[in-house]
Nanobody
Framework: QVQLVESGGGLVQAGGSLRLSCAAS????????MSWVRQAPGKGLLLVSS????????SYAHSVRGRFTISRDNAKNTLYLQMDNLKPEDAAMYYC??????RGQGTQVIVSS
């Protein structure tokens, strides 16, 4: 079955960096577009960033463009999100999601001001 396991979240000061990882299994990872979505308390889901199967195309929400970088290692079946210059408004639960809709359990990001 499809499994998506996120890691790398934590507490960081504003201006700091975190790197999220998502280990994928149960499907052909290299054939699947992948995304990171986030949900802050009391707010809806935000599509943070997406990447196509071979990593040649990426997209970002306006609020994170220039600070976050999505990437993937198809040999390791792993998706990444490098988050730099974090802001308090980036605090949320971050989920890895594949194009078919499956989503992991999430990893919490807390940004202190």
């Amino acid at each position: 079955q499809v499994q998506l396991v996120e890691s790398g979240g934590g507490l960081v000061q504003a201006g700091g960096s975190l790197r999220l990882s998502c280990a994928a299994s149960g499907f052909t990872f290299s054939n699947s577009g992948m995304s990171w979505v986030r949900q802050a308390p009391g707010k809806g889901l935000l599509l943070v960033s997406s990447i196509n199967g071979d990593g040649s195309a990426t997209s970002y929400a306006h609020s994170v463009r220039g600070r976050f970088t999505i990437s993937r290692d198809n040999a390791k079946n792993t998706l990444y999100l490098q988050m730099d210059n974090l802001k308090p408004e980036d605090a949320a639960m971050y989920y890895c999601q594949r194009s078919a809709g499956d989503r992991g359990q999430g990893t919490q990001v807390i940004v202190s001001s």
